[in-house]
């Protein structure tokens, strides 16, 4: 009580400080740009709620798809509109509000959309009263998209109000293995053990010994950021495990198809050129597949990652801290999940190069096929010509024989008509060189005009 009367006493003094600043005259500022007023919004819209113990937290955390996105908005307005609040806009992506019994925060993200619960005041048993009973039963059950998180979170009050470590893994934790430390350098305390108990919730444990109620608020924010985006890192690892065998496949073809590119002797090119060619289209398939959900899992583990760091943690005896749970249990998988990418990589790298040689190779097996075509075509061509030669000396030959004939008719028949005194023999032999003479040249025009 003294805490929220000093709050309110110096929310009081803070409003008397702005009633006192001078109110400058207004000016006229040029255009906005479009979206300044929303991007200067945008770091504000997600402020951790201000907590004071005891309070509890139960949080819900779905994948989404664009579907499920917008059904989860309109769940939203008709939870608002059962309790007579106001109802946030169709594309809001942040909205809290206070219901009386219980606060409610919603957030839209990319990937998953979230709600949080907010009660306080003692409750009896921890764990035994979690806030998300505050909402209808039958809203809750309605709600769309898969659930990827649940969890429950008390912050109690005290330096001394928790038993030790093993106590509280028996007592909250089922006897789990915990995950704690001091954070906020020591203003408080958390434990955890990130398993899903009988109620379908994972437990968080805080401990306040010196939290300003912001600090309680980030510090919870933080812790269920953790959780969110750690098993929202891990959706990869089902990808990476599961494509392991199918590049193990590829790897062992593309060294089949390698080694016959190698071996001496006649190789089926044509076939193994579609081989390949088939090989990069299933792994490009696969690349373009999981590339996304590959990339979203390093950002999520960068999240996770500088999440734990501003816990500034301290370590409890005899249990693991946050960062290393994470460096034990997380890392693996997300080594995983680095190793298939880059073993995709090289393996789209490699096909591509094999592409390429024997390509190259077919490329210059065609070349040498066309330079033996067109050799063949060349000695056919100087064949025909050579022939086409003889044909036109025989056909010079025929012409000059027919022609030297009908001159010979033609002077046997001056001859008888006695119009001149010369032998038709003399005049055939005479005649020879001239008409063969002119048929040559004429065949030679012909020929000259048809190549024109």
Not at 111 to 137: D, Q, W
Request: neutral net charge; glycine residues 6%; proline residues 5%.
């Amino acid at each position: 009580m003294q805490k929220r009367l000093t709050m309110v006493r110096c929310s009081n003094h803070a409003l008397d400080a702005r009633a006192r600043i001078p109110q400058l005259p207004l000016m006229t500022l040029p255009t906005n740009h479009p979206l300044r007023i929303v991007l200067n919004d945008e770091v504000h819209a997600r402020t951790p709620e201000a907590l004071s113990a005891p309070c509890r937290i139960s949080y819900l955390a779905f994948k989404t798809d664009e579907t499920s996105r917008g059904d989860i908005g309109r769940k939203v307005q008709e939870l608002a509109e059962r309790f007579g609040r106001p109802v946030p806009d169709d594309k809001a992506t942040h909205y809290s509000e206070n219901f009386g019994t219980f606060r409610f925060t919603y957030e839209r993200h990319s990937e998953f959309s979230r709600f949080m619960v907010f009660t306080e005041g003692p409750n009896g048993e921890l764990f035994g009263h979690p806030a998300i009973k505050a909402l209808p039963e039958d809203w809750v059950a309605g709600l769309p998209g898969s659930l990827i998180v649940a969890a429950n979170v008390e912050l109690v009050r005290g330096a001394d109000s928790l038993p030790d470590p093993d106590e509280i893994s028996s007592r909250y934790f089922a006897g789990n293995v915990l995950v704690g430390a001091s954070v906020a350098s020591g203003a408080g305390r958390v434990f955890t053990d990130f398993r899903i108990h009988d109620d379908g919730f994972t437990r968080f444990l805080m401990q306040d010994i010196s939290l300003t109620p912001r600090q309680a608020g980030r510090l919870a924010q933080r812790l269920l950021e953790v959780d969110s985006y750690r098993m929202m890192a891990l959706l990869a690892f089902p990808v990476a495990r599961d494509l392991s065998p199918f590049l193990s496949t590829c790897e062992a073809e593309l060294a089949r198809i390698t080694a016959a590119l190698v071996k001496p002797g006649d190789i089926n090119e044509p076939e193994l050129l579609e081989r390949l060619t088939t090989l990069q289209a299933e792994i490009e398939n696969r690349r373009s597949v999981s590339a996304y959900r590959f990339a979203a899992a390093a950002a999520y583990y960068d999240i996770v990652k500088h999440r734990i760091a501003e816990l500034r943690e301290g370590r409890i005896e005899g249990l693991q801290m946050f960062q290393e749970f994470t460096e034990r249990r997380l890392e693996p998988a997300m080594s995983t999940c680095a190793a298939v990418t880059a073993r995709q990589e090289s393996l789209s790298t490699r096909v591509a190069q094999a592409t390429q040689l024997l390509s190259t190779k077919v490329d210059v097996t065609l070349e040498q096929q066309n330079q033996a075509v067109l050799a063949s075509m060349d000695r056919r061509a100087q064949l025909q010509l050579r022939l086409q030669e003889t044909v036109e000396g025989l056909s010079v030959a025929a012409i000059t024989y027919y022609i030297v004939g009908l001159v010979g008719y033609g002077a046997k028949g001056l001859k008888t008509a006695e119009l001149i005194p010369l032998n038709p023999e003399i005049v055939m032999g005479a005649s020879i060189p001239i008409v063969a003479a002119l048929v040559f040249w004429g065949t030679r025009r012909v020929k000259a005009h048809i190549a024109k």
